[in-house]
Structure formats: C-alpha cells, structure tokens
C-alpha cells in the first residue's frame, strides 16, 4: 500500500493496525531467562532462603514479637515465691533497727547538750564582762610577778608589794577575761564566780597552809618548774 493510498484510508476514518507488543521472557544479556517476577533466578521475588511469611516480622518466630519475652518471664516464675524471713531473722533485723535509732536519739541530743552548753557559756561571759567594768586594779607600776596555776599551766599577773600582801591574804583575787589576767577585789572575785566559775584564776583561802601555794611567797618570782 503506497503511502497516497494509506493516507486516503486515514482521512475515511480507518486506523492503523496496532504493533505487536514485545515480551520479556526472551534470554538476558547474561544468559539467565528472566523469570516471572524479575529477581533474575526464575523463583518469585522474596521466596529465597530466610524468607519470612506474611504476618511474621523478623527476628521472631510464630506468635509474635513478645512471644520470647513472655517465654522468658514464664521461666523466672518457674523459681517461686522468695522464702519468708525466719523469726529470728526478724528479731535481728528488729533489734539492728532500735539500737540504730536509740544512737542516732544519742547523738542529738548530745549535740543539743553542746549547743546549749554553748549558749549558757556565751551568755556569762557577756554578763561577766559587764561586771569587770572599770574593776580591774591592775597597776600600771607593778613590778612584781604573782606566778599561780591555771589550766594545767603557770601563769602571772604583776602587783605591786601591797597588793602582793592583799592577794595573799585573800583580800583580792584574779579573773581571767578574754585571755587577760584582772586583780579584783574579793567582792567582785565572788560575784564573778557566781556569774562564771570558770573565770576565777586565783583565790587565796587565808587560812590554808602556805605549803599549799609555794608562789605566795614574794622571793618565787620565777616558777621553779619553769625548765630553761
């Protein structure tokens, strides 16, 4: 049919034959036929080894993902219920729990105790610093050094000789006050003893025997355990 005559066909109305549809079943380039599919093996896509089913997800056999924990939690309940505690298991655990709270009552109020303790201590010696007030007789021209035990320890405080003569015969006395030495009358050593017993440093009893003070007599300037 020349091309005039086909032309005159199409222009009536009639169409063109369709072509021919090519297959895909024909052999590939290397030789293997292309199967149904296309994985190039001739099996189904996905139907090789390992392949899982539908429904199954991988990793997990039949049943489900938590088919294995649940395996697993049925083996640990397998063991039973823990072996209750014996009587005198219960009386130790019992007896651990009471001296452990009877120790820690112990430790707070031992350090109530202290605070309070603290706190009283504070207290008198702002009262006794309030009644030192302009008391102290020390003198500036004392020459003399009155040597006494206080607080494991020797100390001094300077006289002159008539307070040296009234010192020894109990008519005043020494108050030690933030770390200072004040001689002080009798009166006023007893008021500070009442407000803070721990400030009396020296009180002469007039009546004791002089063996008991070797540092009242005037010639022990220089104490004789002092090691040079």
Known sequence: MSDTLRDQLLGLGFKPAPKPERKNDGPRRDGRPQGKGGNGNGKPQGAGKGEHKPGERRGHGPGGPGKGRDQARAGQGQQGPRKPRSAEEMD?????????????????????????????????????????????????????????????????????AEQLTALN????????????????????????????????????????????????????????????
């Open 169 to 228: 015969a109990g008519e005043l006395g020494v108050v030690q006050l933030n770390g200072r030495y004040l001689l002080v009358t009798a009166e006023v050593l007893a008021q500070s003893e009442a407000v803070f017993a721990a400030s009396v440093a020296l009180k002469v009893d007039p009546n004791a025997p002089a063996e008991e003070d070797p540092y009242a007599d005037p010639q022990y300037q220089v104490p004789d355990d002092l090691v040079w």
């Open 92 to 160: 130790l655990a019992k007896a651990y729990a009471i001296r452990a709270q009877r120790e820690k009552e112990e430790r707070i109020e031992t350090e109530r105790l202290k605070q309070e303790e603290a706190r009283v201590r504070r207290e008198a010696k702002a009262k006794l610093e309030e009644l030192l007030k302009d008391k102290s007789l020390n003198a500036e021209a004392a020459d003399i050094a009155r040597h006494f035990p206080y607080g494991g320890k020797i100390k001094r405080i300077y006289v002159t």
